[in-house]
């Protein structure tokens, strides 16, 4: 199981929400370059990255910030947050970001999603922001009808081969993440699914890790040294 520490952009800062409340910011770093240095340097072997102003806003708006992480750091980084349109996708994939995530866009338009997917194939990750089960939008500020289950298993079929879950209840609470809806989802779709929100301490990513997802996304905990990255050999 691959640990991602999170890097979440906002006014040029890394900052920390709680339930995705943007009204509710903890600022870590003024600097997110030299964070993404900082955890790799203590031995991340990826990380997490999210534009939350572009989230909000619908595109990308910490692009000079993503470029300088990718040149600051040699590991791979996966970027969301405002990507709505293959030009984003693109652009971000040739300055060196490994694999984009997909949010919004992929829940209001199954074309483009496609079109993404046929072009750029495993680069492509969904993000399934889950709210009392159903699918997030808009930076989490909209809940969608539909529901994440079935989400996540329409697009197994169109050829997405690593999601993202993550129940926005839980994030940035440290108490622990949604095992029952992770073990759910993970069981009932065969592509790689990566775990977020909540995730507050070593057994909690030992029984993440026993219900057999690729990944977790860690960002309070390790902030707080709650979790510390040296540890997780042990994972």
């Not at 500020?141 to 169109?158: G, R």
């Not at 999601?163 to 609470?173: F, P, R, S």
Request: net charge negative; glycine share 10%; proline share 2%.
């Amino acid at each position: 199981m691959l640990i991602y520490p999170a890097i979440d952009i906002k006014n040029g800062k890394c900052v920390m929400l709680t339930q995705g409340k943007f009204d509710r910011e903890t600022v870590y770093h003024e600097d997110p370059k030299e964070m993404a240095k900082f955890w790799q340097q203590q031995g991340a072997k990826a990380l997490h990255i999210i534009d939350l102003d572009g989230a909000l806003e619908g595109k990308i708006k910490n692009f000079e910030i993503i470029r300088g992480i990718v040149e600051k750091i040699d590991i791979p980084i996966q970027v969301g947050g405002g990507v709505r349109n293959l030009q984003t996708i693109g652009t971000l994939i040739d300055i060196g970001v490994d694999r984009v995530i997909i949010g919004t866009k992929a829940v209001q338009d199954e074309k483009m999603l496609k079109e993404a997917v046929d072009t750029y194939g495993k680069k492509i990750i969904v993000a399934i922001d889950a709210k009392n089960g159903f699918v997030a939008m808009d930076g989490w500020t909209e809940t969608s009808t539909t529901d994440a289950l079935q989400f996540a298993k329409k697009i197994e079929q169109l050829g997405i081969k690593t999601v993202i879950y993550t129940d926005i209840a839980k994030d940035g609470m440290l108490e622990g993440p949604n095992f029952e809806a992770i073990k759910n989802i993970n069981d009932s779709v065969s592509i790689d699914v990566i775990a977020s929100g909540g995730v507050s301490s070593m057994g909690d990513l030992k029984k993440l890790s026993e219900i057999g997802v690729a990944g977790a996304i860690v960002g309070k905990a390790l902030y707080e040294g709650k979790i510390n990255l040296t540890d997780l050999e042990v994972i």
